[in-house]
């Protein structure tokens, strides 16, 4: 009883580190790709960056509840390797403890897990959402920041729309200011000056705009209207919109808990769907059982046996794996391998099902079974033995290089393990949030699958860093714990010789980053949110259109709405300013189609701003001599966060229309090809764990720095590209800071250990 009560507690302190670490992963990756969407949209909308930490902190019983039992499952693995690996398995079933036994603490823990995401998902998750869709509404509606980005159109509510030209560092300081007023009854009031300030008021409730030397446009629908040239001037608009509430909680079946789902059950008069309320119930408590699964008995001394003997033969050429030979289970000779023989043959069907994430475990490759010249030595005759002199010289050139291609290989198989399992639980998650909303639209698994395969490219960018960092924290606590690295030093190569080796693939994934996402992943999420548009439900088509503000060159443009291939623009209005960003010239029509060479505005009225006076036209048929596309409205209105290089560098160059700050074009631009250097951060903070064992404190501070610093730096990145495209920081800073900091962080550790 005693030495089992030992064994329970051994396991359960393996299994806290990996637990903790995967969990750390887990919720880093799928929280960070969250915190910058809400960083933009409340940029967008002129809100307060500080709700930001509110509402993260109440999606983390979401995000934690599907975390938990992924990170139970894979750490499983981890722990029963490392068993097998140091034939602790073996120790513990000669001292007479059974396999079932041994799965008791998996089991235990397990339980635990289930009971915890029960009250997780069951109960905090409801109220956790509602919170969170609560705080984003006020932080959109309670008020705006008073601060402005450079050419950011900003609508704070009451018919108000405010942009500058240039803006200060502060974002009250404002250089070519336009502001737009809309009253109830339709009079439009247009005003545009050289300078401007905003403020707010002593008691904190207004917003006040300080203008200087400008011109007001007064005027009705079908008048001309009054100017007004003023030396100072000021507009205020309340700083709260309360027409921002929501709904009381409980009118989504995700926002009830477990409890108040089976109340609504037995009430036969339930407002919401029995259906959904019986999917949702069955789907949590599935759910919530999936933590103790992984756990069944039998498992992991399976495994570790089938590690163990899955350890390749002392072969000639295969590096290091000829000075460190597995033995067998009775730490005698390694025992003999089948040919084809599968490392996880005898697995329980109930595994089968988990075979994905069963190969995230550390596997050795499979070495050869014969040498490359064999068939040619039994070749008799002249060129016979030529050729296999000179099949010879070539193995005997591929053996100077094995160390590196194992080396190289172990790496590989681990990153791409990695980033399968990270792609699919980001993939599980956002299918969790938008399957109804799939379903809704009658397109069924087919829908489902078009929008993983839409997301793939977005998903891969956001784990490729943290995968390389994944795959090398397994490589080289694997080749510490087996020695590997010992021998490998004992060569003469240090560890930057290593780094040598693995440098390949860091560099495949940073190249492949760099495609995706200076054009791949930009053009998927376009068609993505072009797809969800057009098969929306007809009550959501319906929905009144929001004006689309732009700017196109020196113009200010405003499109009512837009037909879904950017053929035809309803409510069109053109503001024209000269030199000293005054209005001159405002040009409104019903509507417009494209025509060569630009656009032809029908029914169009003409007001000029002369002296002044001001002049109004009769309605007529007007050309309108511009480089806008259909293709380009289309994109306006398809806005997302992620655009590609050739767009950023078009509009930084005025080539196309824009409607977002330059600095979020050079935050994107630089991000193309600081991004893919994360991969190769990601390596040199993970390489001091190569210089310790995880059996001595130094080798668990080691490995717990790559965790820490790589899942910092995975923070730190994206918190300063959020604040770069929101024109809190220059771009240039925001986007290389993080990359050239961390870097510096590794080496010096690197020269630390080292030395």
Request: aromatic share 6%; proline share 7%; net charge positive.
């Amino acid at each position: 009883m005693i030495r089992s009560k030992k064994i329970d507690r051994y396991m359960l302190e393996l299994m806290t580190r990996p637990v903790v670490g995967c969990l750390a992963v887990t919720l880093t990756s799928l929280l960070l790709e969250r915190i910058l969407r809400l960083f933009n949209e409340l940029a967008q909308n002129g809100a307060d960056f500080g709700f930001v930490l509110q509402i993260t902190v109440n999606l983390v019983p979401q995000y934690l509840t599907l975390a938990l039992p992924a990170s139970f499952f894979v750490s499983i693995f981890i722990v029963i390797a490392r068993l097998g690996d140091d034939n602790e398995i073996d120790a513990i079933l000669a001292s007479g403890v059974s396999i079932s036994r041994l799965s008791a603490p998996f089991i235990g823990l397990g339980l635990a897990f289930t009971l915890v995401s029960l009250v997780l998902f069951g109960f905090l998750q409801p109220y956790g959402r509602y919170a969170y869709l609560q705080v984003l509404n006020m932080a959109i509606h309670a008020g705006w920041s008073a601060q402005l980005q450079p050419q950011v159109f900003v609508d704070p509510g009451h018919g108000l729309t405010i942009t500058a030209d240039e803006v200060g560092m502060s974002g009250r300081k404002l250089h070519g200011v336009f502001v737009r007023q809309v009253s109830a009854d339709g009079r439009e009031r247009i005003s545009t000056a050289h300078e401007g300030e905003l403020t707010t008021s002593v008691d904190k409730t207004m917003v006040e705009l300080h203008m200087d030397k400008g011109i007001q446009l007064d005027r009705m629908p079908g008048q001309p209207g009054k100017i007004l040239q003023f030396q100072n001037v000021t507009v205020a608009e309340p700083m709260g919109d309360m027409g921002g509430k929501i709904a009381p909680r409980g009118g989504d079946v995700r926002e009830l808990t477990l409890l108040e789902l089976v109340r609504e059950l037995r009430h036969k008069n339930s407002v919401l769907p029995h259906t959904a309320l019986r999917s949702e119930l069955y789907g949590r408590l599935v759910r919530d059982a999936v933590g103790a699964v992984p756990a069944a008995p039998g498992h992991p001394a399976r495994h570790g046996g089938q590690a163990r003997a899955a350890r390749p033969r002392p072969d000639p050429g295969r590096g290091p794996d000829d000075l460190v030979p597995p033995r067998g289970a009775d730490g005698g000779e390694p025992r003999p391998r089948r040919p084809h023989q599968p490392r996880a043959a005898d697995l329980d069907d109930l595994f089968r099902v988990h075979r994905p994430l069963h190969l995230a475990v550390p596997v050795e490759p499979a070495p050869p079974r014969r040498h490359p010249a064999q068939p040619l030595r039994r070749r008799p005759g002249r060129r016979g033995a030529l050729a296999a002199r000179a099949v010879r010289a070539r193995a005997g050139r591929r053996d100077a290089v094995t160390l590196d291609r194992y080396v190289l290989r172990l790496l590989l198989v681990r990153t791409i393990m990695a980033a399968v399992v990270l792609v699919g639980l980001v993939q599980i998650l956002e299918l969790l949030d938008v399957t109804t909303a799939i379903f809704d639209r009658g397109l069924g698994l087919a829908g489902i699958g078009h929008y993983s395969l839409l997301r793939l490219p977005g998903m891969f960018q956001q784990v490729a860093a943290l995968s390389v960092m994944i795959g090398s924290l397994f490589t080289f606590t694997q080749m510490s714990r087996t020695s590997e690295m010992v021998v490998i030093r004992a060569t003469g190569a240090n560890i930057y010789r290593v780094l040598q080796m693995m440098a390949p693939v860091a560099i495949g994934v940073a190249l492949l980053d760099f495609v995706i996402a200076a054009e791949v992943a930009p053009r998927t999420q376009d068609e993505l949110v072009h797809w969800m548009a057009v098969t929306a439900p007809a009550a959501e088509q319906t929905k009144a259109p929001k004006a689309h503000w732009f700017r196109l060159g020196p113009e200010v443009v405003m499109v009512e709405d837009a037909s879904a291939n950017g053929e035809r623009l309803t409510g069109v209005r053109i503001y024209r300013r000269n030199a000293e960003h005054l209005l001159v010239e405002e040009i409104s029509a019903p509507s417009a189609t494209p025509e060569p060479g630009g656009w032809r505005l029908h029914g169009a009225q003409i007001s000029r701003v002369v002296g002044s006076e001001a002049t109004l036209t009769p309605p007529a048929e007007q050309d309108w001599k511009t480089r806008l596309t259909p293709s380009e409205v289309v994109r306006l209105y398809r806005a997302t966060d992620q655009i590609s290089s050739s767009t950023a560098v078009a509009a930084l160059t005025r080539a196309i229309p824009i409607d977002r700050s330059p600095d979020f074009y050079r935050t994107r631009l630089y991000r193309t090809f600081a991004e893919p250097l994360g991969a190769l951060v990601m390596l040199l903070l993970s390489a001091p764990a190569a210089l310790g064992t995880l059996r001595s404190p130094q080798g668990v501070r080691l490995m717990l720095f790559g965790l820490i610093s790589g899942l910092l730096f995975l923070v730190v990145d994206g918190l300063l590209t959020a604040l770069g495209e929101a024109s809190a920081l220059p771009p240039f800073l925001a986007s290389w800071s993080a990359p050239i900091a961390f870097a510096a962080l590794g080496v010096t550790a690197l020269l630390y250990l080292e030395g």
